[in-house]
């Protein structure tokens, strides 16, 4: 994937990632998953964004360069990968909600479950970094370098098959319509609101 693509504003991006593939090679072997569902997070101008409050040692990775890898731990349970878009500089990414194993089926059960169905291996942004063997280790991985974890375009996804709505599970700005997903796709997760959601301001 060519870094120019990624180089422009989350909320731009986000719906052209989906149908991208995301590969990891490891020593168990190798799983492929096609993008199916992101949410775009606009950094310092974005209350929901982890950046929204400037640069810290955490978030650090969000300010780029762009094509880089984005892990954090959500409620100290589950890893969570985003794309990092945008200019050098100014922090922005792409959160990976969930998608469609591809390539390496029996090693993405082996890491989810055994009795876990296809559609549900990598849906959800916690289950979309297990079943892909993604850890806080990868944290400012070069996904454009074609090294063991790396970031692919796949087939053309029709317009008429991408929906936009609002962001799942976040308490600031969970009104904005930076959610994007494939159309009748089971992979894509349930929209949920969060119950700390705030309303718009002025309402």
Known sequence: MNVAL?????????????GAVLTHQTPEGTVSIAITETE????????????????????????????????YRSHGLHWCA??????????????????????????ARKRRGAKVEP????RGPGNFCQALGITAQHNGTDLLTG?????????PVPAALIRVGPRVGVSRAHDWQ????????????????????????GA
């Open 6 to 18: 990624l180089a422009r504003p989350a909320e731009e991006v986000a719906p052209e990632l989906l």
């Open 40 to 71: 775009a997070y606009s950094g310092t101008a974005d209350p929901a964004s982890h950046a929204y409050r400037g640069r810290t040692p955490r978030n650090a990775v969000m300010f780029g360069p762009a094509g880089h890898l984005y892990v």
């Open 119 to 122: 559609p549900r291996l990598a």
């Open 178 to 201: 930076h959610r994007f997903y494939l159309a009748g796709d089971p992979t894509v997760s349930a929209y949920r609101l969060s119950p700390r959601a705030k309303p718009p301001r």
């Open 147 to 155: 090294a063991s974890l790396a970031l692919s375009e796949g087939g």
């Open 82 to 107: 985003n794309i990092v878009t945008g200019t050098d500089g100014i922090a922005s990414a792409v959160l990976i909600r969930a998608g469609r194993v591809i390539e390496g089926e029996d090693l």
